[in-house]
């Protein structure tokens, strides 16, 4: 709880800078660009986009002069300091996105295809040269006593929203991780009131609570850690499929080259092309494939985006297509069929075994509470006496929404895990 309200501290000084900073912007910004804005207004909407260009240009112009005087090089033309400068600030968003990339990939897991490899480098890119272009417009405003003190609340803004996210990251995994442990402490405080309890209880009822508290304890942990392998179970089967959808697309291209390099004679130009194109498409899709890919296609999903993917090619005949076709059942009954449904089923397994544990611990935690009211009834009724029942059953509660939370992801991915078999 500490850490969740540090937190929600975070979130909120976050958000109170933020609009204080709006309530500060606004009439500042609003009197300093008001001549721009009537020249803007003025532009027609074709020519926003090189006006917007041309202020970046001038603001890097001027960075360059400051930078020139600075360092005391002269007989070097402005239009290089201008370059100069665009580019250090360009390849300064380059490092930072890149890192913060790095960080989010890492953070969820995601496994990076060539595709998507290339695909963050294109974007990164294409952010860092926008970012850029628009620093380079702000520059004549950040040369100002306001817009130093924008940009210092600004960074501290920045550093807040990150340490909210980051914290808040690491609190939802232990939470999932850890709520045994709480729960421990809870009950390790129930022990120590039940060592003090020993003058007011019997032999047998103390022996009742501390069974109980023991029972709780072992049972949670084991559910704990029965759900973590199953998660794991999970993970390598989702990258075991994704092994054996690659195979199936590595066979198929491969089949279909041969077929291709065999039948040079007799295909026209545009059936080849057909040919090429199909298996660019299946290489492409092979390279895109990861474990943590959402939405995850199921096995007929991915043989029904093939099979319309050869028959699409309409300058190949009959007599090809079918030869295609008979080749991605014949490999998909070879490879997908007969390894990914026992897979699924194992995994699936580990996820049931877990709800035959926390159908039991429920039993339990039922019938210990139904027999300590009935066992208690005549103790609890006394003065000062309400610390034992709420120790025993507040620790018996503080696992009832983690369980809850448990319950729900178990049932999200077993209707995950069963979709791919569909």
Do not use: C
């Amino acid at each position: 709880m500490e850490g969740i309200n540090n937190i929600k501290k975070k979130i909120l000084i976050t958000i109170f800078t933020t609009l204080f900073l709006i309530g500060f912007i606004y009439p500042v910004y609003s009197q300093a660009t008001s001549t721009q804005n009537n020249a803007v207004s003025s532009l027609e909407s074709n020519s926003i986009i090189q006006w917007i260009i041309n202020s970046s240009i001038n603001g890097y112009s001027t960075a360059g002069q400051y930078l020139a005087n600075f360092i005391s090089i002269k007989r070097v033309p402005s239009y290089v300091w201008t370059s100069i400068t665009f580019l250090m600030t360009t390849l300064l968003f380059v490092a930072i996105y890149a890192f913060l990339f790095e960080i989010f990939i890492q953070r969820t897991g995601i496994s990076e295809s060539e595709t998507m490899k290339k695909a963050k480098i294109l974007l990164i890119f294409v952010l860092s040269v926008f970012s850029a272009i628009a620093i380079g417009y702000a520059i004549p405003f950040l040369f100002n006593l306001y817009g130093f003190i924008l940009l210092i609340l600004s960074l501290v803004v920045l550093f807040f929203f990150g340490r909210a996210a980051v914290s808040y990251g690491k609190s939802v995994h232990y939470a999932a991780k850890s709520f045994a442990a709480s729960v421990e402490r809870d009950l390790l405080k129930v022990e120590k009131e039940l060592k003090k309890a020993r003058k007011d209880l019997s032999e047998q009822d103390v022996k009742f609570l501390e069974e109980g508290r023991e029972k709780i304890y072992n049972d949670l942990v084991n559910i704990n850690n029965e759900f973590g392998n199953a998660e794991k179970k999970f993970q390598t089967t989702l990258s075991a499929v994704v092994k054996l959808y690659k195979s199936l697309l590595n066979k198929l291209a491969y089949e279909y080259k041969n077929y291709l390099t065999q039948n040079q004679q007799n295909l026209s130009s545009n059936q080849k092309n057909d040919l090429d194109n199909l298996i660019t498409y299946l290489e492409d899709k092979r390279d895109s494939l990861h474990p943590n890919m959402r939405p995850f296609q199921s096995m007929s999903e991915l043989h029904d985006e093939i099979l319309g993917e050869i028959n699409n090619k309409n300058n190949l005949d009959k007599i090809h297509k079918q030869y295609l076709r008979d080749q991605l059942d014949l490999n998909y009954r070879g490879i997908i069929l007969p390894h990914i449904p026992p897979l699924i089923q194992d995994a699936i397994n580990e996820y049931r075994k877990v709800e035959g544990l926390l159908i039991n611990f429920h039993a339990f935690e039922n019938g210990f509470k139904k027999d300590f009211e009935v066992r208690f009834r005549h103790f609890l009724g006394a003065p000062d006496s309400r610390k034992y029942e709420i120790g025993i059953l507040s620790a018996i509660g503080k696992s009832a929404k983690p369980i809850k939370e448990m319950e729900n992801l178990i049932n999200d991915r077993i209707k995950f895990l069963e979709k791919i078999l569909h």
